[in-house]
């Protein structure tokens, strides 16, 4: 196990520099002046050239690309051009904040999402399975922003019970587990939780239904196995493959979802994002989707160890 | 054994004590006025006297924590926004060098960390900006302001009252340049340089560390001293109870801000009572906003929604004749309709009334008759409609709504014989061209370009669109529009040291770019809040600025 973790780490090697390396292509590939927020369209040529030099876009690309991945391995990631903060402060910031959020909408997806797969595979063609499949459809099929829309309007405009932005009362940097800091999570939660929830209850009712039809179970049932039983094993088969997709979904809402947080003002990698886009904050949205990046990869390292730890019969190569 | 009836005794008299305890401090937060405003930026503006976050910047922590050497006069909602002394009491152009200026400073203003306003503040806070040398010099703050007052070189101490300002050239729009400079205070600011640890050695980091901290902790001369930054979510600010003008001295305790980018969530947050005022509410709530109580309020701002023509050879806005007939062909009251009423009608770049006015020859207005005239005389008609192509975004700073507005001028000019071709482009590339020109590659061969602009002050307004000084990529003249004696009423106002002169200059300049149509004017904003009705005393003037100090709370 452990030389396979390391053999694991020593490949992201490659795919980190290839990450960083199209982070910053991408990023410079797309149109604007990178100083749109701190010059206006009306400085002068010589104002413009010196801030121009002064944040370092006067160098070649491979120039400003050497010195930005020299710096990332030491942990400075920058400084914001449009605040003056340091990118590594802000991204750190924002992604405690979207963890939160990312941890409970999965928590909240991953146990309706096995409750209603579960009990869809289980109750196969009955109605049951296809009241639980067509929420697992309007789940995956709604668009999370509306959704997050209409739960703003009927329960901050109309009800007045849950907050509908900000991630306190006074900010997300004190954030603490009480009801005054909860309520902020609520709505956009339960919105970000709905795609997770459809695609893992519609995988989970597939591997449920695809297992019970399997020859060990009708051995199992054979040797006088109750349903509880039958299902504890079900249960067994079923669990690597939706902690794998789990995983992936956490992975998916950790980079963020501009849109949700946006309609939440959620200050997490989402609204950072938007907001690096709009201010064409170049060293910002460099650091933010690096970052965003690295956690997928390490989180799909995660995953693939705990399923390997999990299931004896993975052989990783 | 306890007995039940004592029981109970010690648990209604231990409920009471606890309730009590927890109402009193309610009840001094409840006497608190706190006034939380939700604005359209995604981040704070920044906090250390030179806001960024274009003027919604200088609105919220421009205005409020600092105080410039002039102001913006913002306490009518009638007749233009006009310039009023701030910390400086009289100013003049010396009359035998006009590159020198002298400014008399107000006496017994303090910052908010007590030490006092003087003509050190000053040259102090013009080197940070323009001193590279200055210890405290900070780039970061150099792009939002130098541009704003182009021709400012330095500033030198006469007395501890009294300042010089030197211009690069003699520059009569200086004082209204002047209200985006705003006074930090030296001695806070070299408090946090003091502060930062021994160990950071480069005189260039310890600088930047101390801005940083300013910008945490800062302090101005303003009504408004900021207490609380947390970045990109709020910023908390308390009343300067011992502010200098008395009509100015703060009713309410605290203001807080809150970034609500999206217009759905801004309109959400003030139903639902998070926040008491929202900037820019979404146009299809308004109905709903004002059907339960709050209070909206608009007024025309000097921001121009404009089609900006080309000259460049082969341009069909060439003909004088087109560009009157375009700007005969619409009718602004449909398309104020249209946006729900958040827009005003133009007469020019400024409204009539406006010192800079000028009484133009050609009256802007709906008149398709002669709109089609003048296209018949330019050889044009339906059978022949002349081609023209505008490149505009999908949003964007000041664009209002540009893709259903740029449909109905679209759908319009097609009665006057124009067959108009839109190209949607990405904002950040379109705001870019404006600066490239007409010519270059990335304007893809439009005649006209959809940039909105503010109009606060006469460079701004009128002089980067109009001198052939300011063709690209020296500044936003997109078009190539200009001639001599264009160029001579912009040397002519710039060179007019007496006020009065000045706007006189200004409203002939003025007269002649509307006679001269190198716009198709569209629209002006009218810069819509919602506001709860328990915040009182609120005037909107005609600006982009609008003054929290002399509002209250119920």
């Not at chain 1, 452990?2 to 694991?8: D, E, F, G, I, K």
């Not at chain 1, 146990?111 to 063609?125: K, M």
């Not at chain 2, 071709?421 to 959809?450: P, Y």
């Not at chain 2, 106002?493 to 002649?512: G, I, N, Q």
Request: hydrophobic letters at 45%.
């Amino acid at each position: 196990m452990l030389s396979y973790v390391l053999r694991r780490l020593i490949y992201m090697i490659p795919i980190v520099v290839g990450v960083s390396l199209v982070c910053f292509v991408l990023v410079h590939l797309a149109p604007g002046d990178p100083l749109v927020s701190v010059l206006p369209p009306d400085a002068s040529e010589a104002l413009k050239a010196q801030m121009m030099a002064t944040y370092g876009f006067d160098r070649p690309y491979w120039h400003q690309f050497g010195l930005w991945v020299g710096r990332a391995l030491q942990g400075d990631l920058g400084t914001s051009i449009a605040t003056s903060r340091p990118v590594a402060s802000e991204v750190l910031r924002a992604v405690s904040n979207t963890l939160l959020l990312a941890a409970v909408a999965t928590a909240i997806g991953f146990a309706f999402g096995c409750l209603f797969g579960f009990v869809a595979g289980y109750f196969h063609d009955s109605w049951i399975d296809k009241a639980a499949s067509a929420l697992a459809v309007v789940g995956v099929s709604v668009p999370h922003y509306w959704l997050g829309m209409v739960l703003v309007i009927v329960f901050s405009v109309e009800l007045n019970l849950l907050p509908p932005t900000g991630a306190g009362p006074d900010g997300s940097g004190d954030w603490a587990w009480n009801w005054a800091h909860m309520r902020h999570l609520i709505l956009p939660a339960v919105t970000m939780s709905v795609i997770p929830m459809g695609i893992i209850a519609r995988t989970v009712r597939a591997l449920v239904a695809d297992i019970l039809g399997q020859e060990f179970v009708g051995a199992l049932r054979a040797k006088g196995l109750g349903d509880r039983g039958v299902f504890r094993h079900v249960v067994k088969n079923a669990a690597p493959t939706a902690l794998a997709v789990m995983g992936l979904q956490l992975g998916y809402l950790l980079g963020g979802s501009i849109l949700i947080e946006t309609v939440f003002s959620w200050p997490g990698t989402g609204f950072l994002l938007n907001a690096a886009i709009f201010q064409r904050d170049l060293p910002l949205l460099q650091g933010t989707i690096l970052v965003l990046a690295l956690f997928f990869v390490f989180l799909n390292l995660a995953v693939d160890v705990l399923q390997t730890g999990l299931d004896p019969r993975i052989q990783r190569g | 054994m306890t007995r039940p009836a004592a029981s109970w005794r010690r648990f209604l008299m231990a409920s009471a004590v606890c309730l009590s305890s927890a109402l009193v401090p309610m009840a001094a937060k409840a006497q608190e006025k706190v006034l939380r405003i939700g604005m359209t930026s995604a981040d704070i503006p920044r906090t250390l006297g030179q806001p960024d976050q274009g003027f919604e910047g200088n609105r919220f922590t421009g205005i409020p924590m600092y105080d410039a050497l002039t102001h913006w006069d913002l306490s009518k909602p009638d007749g233009p926004s006009v310039l009023i002394p701030g910390l400086a009491t009289e100013w003049a152009a010396d009359a035998a060098d006009r590159t020198k200026w002298v400014f008399k400073l107000r006496p017994g203003v303090k910052f908010h960390d007590g030490s006092p306003f003087n003509a050190d503040a000053v040259v102090w806070n013009v080197q940070k900006v323009l001193d590279q040398s200055a210890p405290h010099f900070d780039q970061s703050q150099v792009g939002v302001t130098v541009s704003r007052m182009p021709t400012l070189k330095a500033a030198r101490k006469i007395d501890d009252m009294t300042v010089e300002l030197t211009t690069s050239q003699p520059d009569s729009f200086l004082p209204i340049n002047l209200t985006n400079l705003f006074m930090a205070s030296p001695a806070h600011w070299a408090a946090k340089l003091a502060a930062v640890p021994a160990d950071v050695a480069d005189p260039k980091e310890r600088a930047k560390r101390a801005w940083a901290a300013f910008a945490e902790d800062p302090s101005g001369t303003g009504p408004f001293d900021g207490i609380r930054l947390v970045p990109r979510e709020r910023f908390e600010m308390v009343a300067n109870k011992a502010y200098w003008d008395e009509k100015r001295r703060p009713k309410i305790d605290r203001v807080v801000l809150l970034p609500l980018p999206e217009a759905n969530a801004r309109t959400a947050a003030l139903l639902s009572g998070q926040v008491d005022w929202i900037e820019a509410p979404a146009p299809d709530a308004v109905a709903q906003i004002k059907s339960r109580g709050f209070s909206l309020y608009m007024n025309e701002q000097p921001h121009v929604w404009p089609w900006q023509f080309s000259f460049v050879e082969g341009s069909p806005w060439l003909d004088k004749r087109v560009r009157h007939a375009a700007n005969l062909c619409v009718n602004r009251d449909e398309l104020k309709e249209l946006l729900g009423g958040l827009m005003a009608a133009p007469k020019g770049t400024v409204p009539p009334g406006h010192p800079w006015w000028g009484n133009p020859k050609f009256d802007i207005r709906y008149d398709l008759a002669e709109a089609k005239k003048l296209m018949t005389e330019a050889g044009y008609s339906a059978q022949k409609p002349l081609k023209v192509k505008t490149i505009t975004s999908a949003s964007g700073s000041g664009q209002m709504q540009p893709i259903p507005m740029n449909e109905y001028l679209q759908q319009a000019l097609k009665e006057c014989f124009f067959d108009v071709e839109l190209e949607v482009i990405e904002w950040n590339a379109l705001f870019t061209n404006w600066r490239e020109g007409a010519k270059h590659a990335n304007a893809r061969g439009a005649n006209a370009t959809n940039v909105t602009f503010a109009a606060m002050d006469p460079f701004f307004a009128m002089v980067r669109f109009v001198s052939t000084q300011a063709f690209p990529p020296t500044s936003n003249n997109w078009g190539y529009f200009g001639n001599d004696e264009i160029d001579k009423l912009v040397a002519d106002a710039r060179t007019s040291f007496d006020a009065a002169e000045r706007d006189a200059a200004l409203a002939r300049l003025h007269a002649r770019i509307v006679e001269e149509a190198p716009f198709l004017w569209v629209a002006h904003d009218v810069g819509p809040r919602a506001l709860s009705a328990k915040v009182k005393g609120v005037v909107q003037p005609k600006s982009w600025f609008i003054d929290i100090a002399p509002m209250s709370m119920d």
